[in-house]
């Protein structure tokens, strides 16, 4: 910092002060000048020296939907923590591979990180050539929050249960259909998992984005959707969608009377949307260590928890070894469900 000397402010340095404590004056003069006065941050730099500037959060998907919603809250409250503006930069685009192509290729200095999604495992195996390992290009930093999905159907479906919906789809000469937001997504692998277990004749219809699906399952062209529970819950509470069975392995507490598909007699059935936060390989473990005791301090806070829950998402923080494993695990079940399903990349 020798271009930051007291001198070099324009301050003469007084003569009976030590050279350590001259440094120290200059460092904090130059950060008070690097600043407005309304931007000075509440929180100091960690004792890696991070962060001297704003963070950005790339985000793999168009502003709105679940994951920039999730995304634009921990910012905010995570710039708080680290003292310095956490900055959303919506990169869409390839069910999520640009934004995650572009976050591996950025410098490892701590000073962008990615929402890792339950997309980037399935796309691991979903696409035959990705310009990103979502494993070894990627440094998990910990787990934001998970969200479950929800089997509706159209309530002029004779299906008010989950045996209901079974019988119909065996005594149905076409079977049943069931739509998605897209081939490879979490809401058409849900279907594909239950189909697996299920055994039932389901005829997967694949729409460009959620809106669409829920649109046409709505107006009774398809039969059931496996949606995310925040796109569904509103039809199903004002009684345009029919809610016969959730994905977690626990009930929601917005829906505290729709079964889950465990308890329903598909035991161990338990998928859901996930988010997390992960930095490009090889970014410095103390940055890594300083954002994830950041991010559960954000997700313990009971303003935090209480929108997410409103999201009807559990928030789920953790340890970067937690994260790192769990995905691992999802990239092995995914690899398995998509090859048995035969979906594809569109």
Same mark, same amino acid.
């Given at each position: 910092m020798s271009q930051h000397t007291p001198a070099a402010l324009g301050q003469? #340095?007084?003569? *009976?002060?030590?050279?350590? /404590?001259?440094?120290?004056?200059?460092?904090?003069?130059?950060?008070?000048?690097?600043?407005?006065?309304? #931007?000075?941050? *509440?929180?100091?730099?960690? /004792?890696?020296?991070?962060p001297t500037k704003p963070v950005k959060l790339v985000v793999g998907y168009a502003a709105g939907g679940a994951t920039d919603v999730i995304a634009r809250l921990v910012a905010v409250k995570l710039g708080d923590q680290l003292g310095q503006p956490v900055v959303v930069d919506n990169r869409a685009g390839a069910n999520s591979n640009v934004g995650a192509e572009a976050v591996a290729r950025a410098p490892a200095d701590g000073y962008t990180l990615y929402v890792y999604t339950i997309a980037n495992t399935i796309n691991a195996t979903l696409y035959p050539k990705l310009g990103y390992d979502p494993v070894k290009d990627f440094e998990p930093i910990g787990m934001i929050a998970k969200i479950p999905n929800i089997l509706v159907v159209n309530p002029k479906l004779p299906v008010k249960n989950l045996a209901d919906y079974v019988r119909y789809a065996k005594e149905s000469k076409d079977g049943i259909t069931f739509a998605s937001s897209g081939s490879g997504s979490s809401i058409h692998l849900s279907g594909e998992m239950f189909k697996m277990q299920s055994k039932l004749k389901m005829l997967h219809v694949p729409y460009r984005g959620s809106a669409p699906a829920v649109t046409d399952l709505l107006g009774g062209q398809v039969d059931s959707m496996?949606?995310?529970?925040?796109s569904a819950l509103p039809h199903v509470q004002a009684g345009k969608l029919r809610a016969i069975a959730i994905t977690s392995a626990q009930r929601s507490p917005l829906l505290s009377d729709v079964p889950t598909l465990a308890e329903s007699g598909y035991a161990g059935f338990d998928v859901q949307s996930w988010f997390g936060l992960a930095a490009p390989a090889g970014t410095p473990r103390a940055v890594v260590e300083q954002v994830n005791a950041a991010l559960n301090k954000v997700l313990a806070q009971p303003e935090v928890r209480t929108r997410l829950q409103e999201l009807a998402a559990t928030p789920d923080g953790g340890t970067p070894d937690k994260m790192r494993q769990f995905?691992?695990?999802?990239?092995?079940?995914?690899?398995?469900?998509?090859?048995?399903?035969?979906?594809?990349?569109e």
């Open positions: 003469r #340095a007084p003569s *009976s002060l030590p050279r350590r /404590a001259l440094l120290a004056l200059a460092a904090t003069l130059a950060c008070g000048a690097a600043l407005p006065l309304h #931007a000075q941050p *509440s929180v100091q730099p960690g /004792a890696s020296g991070w496996f949606d995310n529970t925040p995905a691992a695990a999802e990239i092995k079940r995914w690899r398995e469900v998509v090859k048995e399903s035969g979906a594809s990349a």
